[in-house]
């Protein structure tokens, strides 16, 4: 008996002591800068959206917050930085879904995005809109599938290349509406908009803030929109899934999150979960959000992982069976 006090005594000894180091942990993070990996080229939509939550989180958090790009590989370069670091976080990712998702499909990657990262918040959404070129003379999604349909020629649409969310969405139209389109590949956006107002391609897909302004203007056709929801800066455009088509990968937005390496410690990943969502459900950001074409998210650990499960669970099996793989 006198064994068995001992041990508990020594097992609540141990307890007490590891709540104690729990509770300094908790309370010293951050004492240094943070690091944060945006796996895209600096000025790009999401190195932009992780500058600016950057430097209101840093407010919040009390320490400098430090943007290194590392673009390459569809995100999957500094993708895998973040999943190799220690777990303290001080290395984290402010990303697209790519690296977490399609890319594991369409390439060979050096991580498990199931196993291998945290997620700590889903920052903002985004539903892209598919535009036209002016010549195609089509208002909405009917037409522009009647065009495609009756074209003698297979009309051309620009993707971002394997897996990218263009091709998805567009080989998934073409599957469901019976048209054969032809797939130009391009590196990023700013391409594939110079050969669309360049007569070179029918179709591509952009974001409402860059397209906005164009359709107002009277440059491209603004056909549908990505979402359960029609755009705030496109509200005449009707979404995908209004004209007919709303699996999901027609409804998914595209999304820029805050996450890290496996294994970081609960209190630190509830620290930053909840700056984060403090910051992005403020008006300031939200309206800055707004006006670049996205939607403030800000969800908690679980949601984001709840979403992402479900994501992961579609994705990757549309792109084996649409047969856009590479590996």
Request: aromatic residues 8%; neutral net charge.
């Given at each position: 008996?006198?064994?068995i006090?001992?041990?508990?005594g020594?097992?609540?000894a141990?307890?007490?002591?590891?709540?104690?180091?729990?509770?300094?942990?908790?309370?010293?993070?951050?004492?240094?800068?943070?690091?944060?990996?945006?796996?895209?080229?600096?000025?790009?939509?999401?190195d932009?959206?992780?500058?600016?939550?950057?430097?209101?989180m840093?407010?919040?958090?009390?320490?400098?917050?430090?943007?290194?790009?590392?673009?390459g590989?569809?995100?999957?370069?500094?993708?895998?930085?973040?999943?190799?670091a220690?777990?303290d976080?001080?290395?984290?990712?402010?990303?697209?879904?790519d690296?977490?998702?399609?890319?594991?499909?369409?390439?060979?990657?050096?991580?498990?995005?199931?196993?291998?990262?945290?997620?700590?918040?889903?920052?903002?959404?985004?539903?892209?809109?598919?535009?036209?070129n002016?010549?195609?003379?089509?208002?909405?999604?009917?037409?522009?599938?009647?065009?495609?349909?009756?074209?003698?020629?297979?009309?051309?649409?620009?993707?971002?290349?394997?897996?990218?969310?263009?091709?998805?969405?567009?080989?998934?139209?073409?599957?469901?509406?019976?048209?054969d389109?032809?797939?130009?590949?391009?590196?990023?956006?700013?391409p594939a908009?110079?050969?669309?107002?360049?007569?070179?391609l029918?179709?591509?897909?952009t974001?409402?803030s860059?397209?906005a302004?164009?359709?107002?203007?009277g440059?491209?056709?603004?056909?549908?929109?990505?979402?359960?929801?029609?755009?705030?800066?496109?509200?005449?455009?009707?979404?995908?899934?209004?004209?007919g088509?709303d699996?999901?990968?027609?409804?998914?937005?595209?999304?820029?999150?805050?996450s890290?390496?496996?294994?970081?410690?609960?209190?630190?990943?509830?620290?930053l979960?909840?700056?984060?969502?403090?910051?992005?459900?403020?008006?300031?950001?939200?309206?800055?959000?707004?006006n670049?074409?996205?939607?403030?998210?800000?969800?908690?650990p679980g949601?984001?992982?709840q979403?992402?499960?479900?994501e992961?669970?579609?994705?990757?099996?549309?792109?084996?069976?649409?047969?856009?793989?590479t590996?």
């Amino acid at each position: 008996m006198a064994v068995i006090k001992k041990a508990l005594g020594f097992g609540l000894a141990c307890a007490t002591a590891l709540g104690s180091v729990g509770a300094t942990a908790q309370s010293s993070y951050p004492n240094r800068v943070i690091r944060w990996i945006v796996p895209s080229t600096a000025g790009a939509p999401i190195d932009v959206i992780g500058r600016k939550l950057g430097e209101l989180m840093s407010a919040q958090l009390g320490v400098p917050i430090v943007i290194e790009n590392k673009p390459g590989a569809a995100g999957t370069i500094g993708a895998a930085e973040v999943a190799r670091a220690k777990p303290d976080g001080y290395t984290l990712m402010v990303s697209v879904g790519d690296a977490l998702i399609s890319s594991v499909v369409t390439m060979k990657v050096p991580y498990n995005p199931e196993r291998d990262f945290t997620l700590i918040s889903k920052i903002a959404a985004s539903g892209p809109v598919l535009i036209a070129n002016k010549a195609m003379q089509v208002d909405d999604l009917a037409g522009a599938v009647k065009k495609a349909q009756a074209a003698q020629t297979p009309l051309a649409y620009g993707s971002y290349g394997p897996g990218s969310y263009p091709q998805l969405i567009m080989e998934s139209l073409a599957r469901q509406a019976s048209v054969d389109p032809i797939e130009v590949p391009y590196k990023g956006s700013p391409p594939a908009m110079t050969d669309l107002l360049g007569g070179q391609l029918a179709f591509t897909f952009t974001s409402t803030s860059i397209a906005a302004p164009m359709v107002a203007d009277g440059k491209v056709k603004a056909i549908a929109v990505i979402g359960d929801k029609r755009s705030a800066l496109l509200p005449q455009v009707q979404t995908f899934a209004e004209a007919g088509y709303d699996a999901f990968v027609f409804k998914n937005k595209a999304w820029v999150g805050l996450s890290g390496p496996a294994g970081m410690p609960a209190d630190v990943v509830h620290k930053l979960a909840a700056a984060a969502q403090q910051v992005v459900r403020a008006p300031e950001f939200g309206k800055y959000l707004e006006n670049i074409g996205f939607d403030a998210v800000g969800n908690s650990p679980g949601e984001f992982l709840q979403e992402y499960r479900e994501e992961y669970s579609v994705v990757p099996g549309l792109i084996r069976e649409l047969g856009v793989a590479t590996h």
